[in-house]
Each structure stands twice: as structure tokens, then as C-alpha cells.
């Protein structure tokens, strides 16, 4: 049987003792961030789900300094901060922003447009549970397409698209942006170490399974989050300098529907739903195609 070899660090800078649920991937995913970018970092966090899980104040889960902020303004304190190092003399600390996709896709976006078009040498990681999961699952503009949540129930499910924020970002020509994912640790980590050895804006969106709002099974966080890719709903792959697009994940193609059909939130879809959404992801995934296409074309000029 061929075994699958990590190279992950070591050691672990986020202590035990976080009160996230079971399952959260978002702990995961601050637990490799750091392991990625070592003790040299500073983290901004705003209001979220991450704001309670790094613990209560003066108490903090993270073996690096962490500043709680404002909903809207992840990406400007960290900015602020960034620049407060350099007048120091301390600019070789790496500043991560590291909000939800509510505070990234939709209250935070306008400071975040500003810090990416300013290009601001910050790492910005927008963890992706695709709903407001701290107030009690609000739709956001990351919710999927047909998902239910508290404010789209499943009478009235998600009737829009998940907001594609890596091309929203990209419009800011950033030298870097890129999804990844929990189930694929090792990946993640490059990304992250790649970004801390870029100067300028940084765009990482990790996608993050919450068991309480996908209504899954905690122990299935890791295997839900592989469907998410093999089933092309959340395809692997970074962009450098905005034009230069490479898949890191070869999905294994499975239906879109494996991957709903173990979350409670889309148990109220019809075939009807679930084919427009198949649709979707293979549209998507043309797209990604040709992205990828276009950019080995221009390297090649
Ligand atoms: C200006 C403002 N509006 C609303 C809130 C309430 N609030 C706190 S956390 C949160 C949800 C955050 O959602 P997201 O950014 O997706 O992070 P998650 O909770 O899913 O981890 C909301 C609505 C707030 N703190 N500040
Ligand atoms: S509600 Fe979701 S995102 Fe928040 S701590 Fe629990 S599992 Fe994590
Ligand atoms: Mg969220």
C-alpha cells in the first residue's frame, strides 16, 4: 500500500486549548498557518469565530501576538501594523490577516481592495466556511449556491452563486493568490512559506469545514473537504503575478453530489438543484482550464 508522506513542521505554535467545536477546520488551518510562517509573525483577527476560539482575553491559543479588531478592518490593521514594524526596524516580521469569508468576501472587503490595490506586504488568509458560523450561520456571499442557512432556509435556499473572490482579488494585481484546503496540509504550508518569501499582498483562501452550520459529522471534516476538490467545487491552485495559474490538486473527478450529500445543509436539494450545481463546478472548471492555458501562453512570450 503506498503511503502518503507529510513535510510538515514540527512545531506547533497554536497551543491545546482552543474552544473551537469538533471538526472546526478553521482551528486546523490556523494550527498549519503558523506551523508555515514560525514564531517571527504577528496575527490580526476580527470579528469571527476565530476571535472566541484563540481563547479568552489576556489568554491566547497562538504562541505569537494577536490583535482583535474591528469587523471590517483586517486588512488595514494589519496594514498599520506592517508599517509600524518597519519604522522599528522590525519589517522581517511576517503580519497575517486572518479573517472569515464574511469579514473577506463582504464587510471587510472595501479595507482589504485598499490594502491589495496599495499592494501592502501583508499575508491575508481568509478561512472559508462559506456562512457568518459565529452569529449563528448567516448566509454570506460565500454561501454556496442552494445552501441552507438561518437566513436562507430550505424553502428559500441560496438562490446566487458563491462570490469568486481569488478573481476579485487577482483584479488588484497582487503577486499572489491561491485556495487551499485542510486536507491538503502540505500544500497549504508551501503556500504559506511561498507567501511569506513574496513582497506585497498576499491572498490565501483555505477552505474551512464547520460541522454545526454544513450540518456534517466532526470527524468527517477532512474527508468532506477532499470531496470538495475531487468533486471540483473547490478546485487547488495558485496564481503568481496574476497571470500564471497552476493546478496543485488533480481532482478524481467524483459527482458533485457525493460531496452534498453528506452535509445536512443541502439535504433539502432537488435533482434540478444538484444538476445546475454539477453544471456550475464543470463550467468552473473549463474556465480554470483555459485560465491555466492563457497564463503558460503569456510566460512563454
Ligand atoms: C460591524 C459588525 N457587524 C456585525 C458583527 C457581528 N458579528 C461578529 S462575528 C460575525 C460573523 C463572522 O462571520 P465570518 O467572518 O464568516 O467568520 P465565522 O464566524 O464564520 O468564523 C458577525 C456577524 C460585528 N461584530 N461587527
Ligand atoms: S461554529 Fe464552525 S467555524 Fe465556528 S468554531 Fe464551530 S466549527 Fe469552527
Ligand atoms: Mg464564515
Known amino acids: 500500500m503506498s503511503q502518503i508522506k507529510f513535510e510538515i513542521p514540527e512545531e506547533e505554535l497554536m497551543k491545546s486549548g482552543h474552544v ?12 498549519y498557518a503558523l506551523k508555515a510562517l514560525g514564531k517571527n509573525t504577528m496575527v490580526v483577527i476580527p470579528a469571527c469565530c476565530w476571535a472566541i476560539i484563540d481563547g479568552p482575553n489576556p489568554c491566547s491559543v497562538n504562541g505569537v501576538p494577536v490583535l482583535h479588531t ?3 478592518t483586517a486588512a488595514i490593521a494589519a496594514t498599520g501594523i506592517k508599517h509600524g514594524l518597519i519604522r522599528q526596524g522590525k519589517g522581517d516580521t511576517t ?48 454561501t454556496p449556491y442552494g445552501a441552507w442557512t438561518t437566513t436562507t432556509p430550505v424553502d428559500q435556499p441560496k438562490s ?4 469568486n473572490i481569488i478573481d476579485i482579488m487577482l483584479a488588484h494585481h497582487i503577486p499572489y493568490a491561491a485556495t487551499a484546503s485542510v486536507a491538503y496540509p502540505d500544500d497549504f504550508i508551501r503556500k504559506m512559506k511561498k507567501a511569506k518569501s513574496i513582497k506585497g499582498m498576499k491572498f490565501i483562501q483555505v477552505l474551512s469545514p464547520c ?51 453528506v452535509q445536512g445543509r443541502f439535504k433539502h436539494l432537488t435533482d434540478e ?9 464543470d463550467h468552473n472548471w473549463q474556465i480554470l482550464l483555459k485560465k491555466v492555458e492563457m497564463g503558460r501562453l503569456f510566460s512563454d512570450n
Not at 446566487?160 to 462570490?163: D, G, M, N
Not at 500564471?244 to 478524481?252: L, Q
Not at 438543484?273 to 463546478?281: L, P, T
Open 20 to 31: 473551537a467545536c469538533p471538526g472546526c477546520g478553521a482551528s486546523l488551518a490556523m494550527r
Open 70 to 72: 474591528a469587523f471590517e
Open 95 to 142: 503580519v497575517m490577516a486572518w479573517a472569515g469569508d464574511g469579514g473577506t468576501f463582504d464587510i471587510g472587503l472595501q479595507s482589504l481592495s485598499g490594502a491589495a490595490e496599495r499592494n501592502e506586504d501583508i499575508i491575508y488568509v481568509c478561512y472559508d466556511n462559506e456562512a457568518y458560523m459565529n452569529t449563528g450561520i448567516q448566509r454570506s456571499s460565500a
Open 160 to 163: 446566487t452563486p458563491k462570490k
Open 211 to 261: 460541522p454545526p452550520g454544513w450540518k456534517s459529522h466532526p470527524e468527517e471534516s477532512i474527508h468532506i473537504s477532499r470531496m470538495a476538490v475531487d468533486s471540483k467545487i473547490f478546485p487547488i491552485f495558485e496564481v503568481e503575478d496574476g497571470q500564471k495559474y497552476i493546478i496543485n490538486i488533480k481532482p478524481r473527478n467524483i459527482p458533485v453530489k457525493d460531496y452534498l450529500q
Open 273 to 281: 438543484h444538484i444538476k445546475r450545481i454539477q453544471s456550475d463546478a
